[in-house]
């Protein structure tokens, strides 16, 4: 459980830094370049990710709460809208019109219905703390940056796209998620 707690840590420092700490991040991009700074910051998610995967494979589960929701579709339905938000926050689409922070958003879905669909310690582990992150995320960032400018319109088939990207990748995910978690996942409709 260590190793988890320690992945979920350091991802969220690695995350929360440039926020934080603008003014060190800029001096660090200044002294390094802004290669080398973005290399850095590559490497310390890669090893956060690393130390997530290997800490959840690791750690041995034990319950803390039941959860409420296990058997329901709220929470497939709550981790499909954070997968949209998520594709959104990287494609043209005018979801980013509707929510200032869609990916941090994205995250608090996806977060939230593991959380309502697992109770045991390495879930509440990963996902509450990024769950947490994603919302402290959000805060500074508004602070950071202020007031919010909505983005321009986009035209509706470029939206759409991101729905069919959305799709296809919560179609690849539950198909895949018992190899990378270790829980399946949808296995009767898609196996």
Do not use: C
Not at 30 to 50: S, W
Not at 163 to 184: M, N, Q, R, T
């Amino acid at each position: 459980m260590i190793l988890l707690i320690a992945g979920v840590v350091f991802w969220t420092i690695a995350h929360l830094f440039p926020a934080v700490a603008p003014g060190v991040r800029s001096s660090l991009v200044n002294k390094l370049g802004e290669g080398p700074y973005k290399g850095l910051f590559a490497v310390d998610i890669l090893l956060a990710l690393g130390l997530i995967i290997y800490g959840w494979r690791s750690a041995v589960p034990v319950s803390i709460y039941v959860p409420p929701l296990s058997s329901s579709q709220v929470p497939v339905i709550l981790i499909a809208i954070g997968i949209v938000l998520f594709v959104a926050s990287v494609a043209p689409s005018n979801y980013k019109r509707l929510v200032r922070h869609p990916q941090m958003t994205g995250v608090v879905f996806w977060s939230t219905g593991h959380l309502l669909a697992n109770g045991d310690s390495r879930s509440v582990v990963l996902f509450g703390g990024l769950g947490i992150w994603a919302v402290l995320e959000m805060v500074l960032i508004n602070k950071r940056d202020g007031a919010w400018v909505r983005p321009d319109s986009v035209p509706l088939p470029k939206s759409m796209l991101t729905i069919v990207v959305a799709v296809a990748l919560i179609i690849i995910l539950a198909k895949f998620h018992a190899s990378f978690s270790g829980v399946a996942i949808f296995s009767t409709v898609l196996n």
